[in-house]
């Protein structure tokens, strides 16, 4: 087990679809974060969760809504999605914010809306 | 605002030769890390090496080893004695003083035997 899980693996949806991405740590971390990784592009960080808490929202579109109900435990919710969104989406976590904080990450999911 | 910039897609090597990885970044933080995360083709990110932005000595792990150069805001990586295992996407990331940890967009390398 890598410590961080994310499933699914691979995720096809239609743009009026509703479906969620789920991300699960079982390394005691209390920090959680989304990522979107697009092709060529910097990895995008969407979202950062620091004990159950948003701290961070980076302008990210409102068909993306992220729950975080426990410190193991962080979703994407996704809705009327486009084809733009389509990208790897990549879930980390950490023992807290701290500068010098190393993240661990999950293998992603691959997400393509068609 | 942290911005990361690595200008090569993509850097070839051949196996047991070196192959250096450019990286400059932007903050206006003055406490901040800098690190080197590999994603192999399991797309999982690994952690390669961290550098402190207040010591000037620059870090080195096993084969893989940074040039820091801070008035230039730049942090290159360069592995050394490339083995086919290094094959991967490298990124280079940056956090701020809240822990946020942004990335560039990559680089590619590629071993050949």
């Known amino acids: 087990e890598t410590g961080v899980t994310q499933t699914p693996r691979h995720l096809v949806m239609g743009m009026t679809n509703k479906k969620s991405l789920k991300c699960e740590q079982h390394?005691?971390?209390?920090?959680m974060y989304w990522y979107k990784q697009s092709a060529k592009k910097p990895l995008e960080l969407m979202f950062v969760?620091?004990?159950?808490?948003?701290?961070e929202n980076n302008s990210v579109p409102s068909r993306f809504s992220p729950e975080c109900p426990n410190s193991s435990h962080l979703f994407l919710h996704l809705h009327t999605l486009q084809p733009e969104d389509s990208a790897l989406y990549l879930c980390?976590?950490?023992?807290?914010?701290?500068?010098?904080?190393?993240?661990?990450f999950g293998q992603g999911t691959r997400l393509t809306v068609v | 605002a942290q911005t990361v910039t690595q200008s090569q897609p993509e850097m070839s090597v051949q196996e047991a030769e070196t192959v250096t990885l450019s990286c400059t970044y932007d903050?206006?933080?003055?406490?901040?890390?800098l690190f080197w995360y590999k994603q192999p083709p399991s797309r999982q990110m690994i952690l390669v090496i961290r550098?402190?932005?207040?010591?000037?000595q620059n870090a080195t792990e096993n084969r893989f080893s940074v040039n820091f150069q801070k008035a230039a805001k730049s942090f290159s990586l360069k592995i050394s004695d490339s083995q086919l295992g290094d094959a991967a996407m490298y990124f280079c990331?940056?956090?701020?003083?809240?822990?946020?940890?942004?990335f560039g967009a990559g680089t590619q390398v590629v071993v050949t035997p």
């Open positions: 980390a976590s950490s023992n807290g914010l701290r500068v010098n904080t190393e993240a661990f």
């Open positions: 390394l005691g971390h209390n920090a």
């Open positions: 969760y620091s004990l159950e808490e948003r701290v």
């Open positions: 903050t206006s933080e003055s406490d901040y890390y």
């Open positions: 550098q402190e932005a207040y010591k000037q």
């Open positions: 990331g940056i956090t701020d003083s809240w822990g946020k940890l942004q």
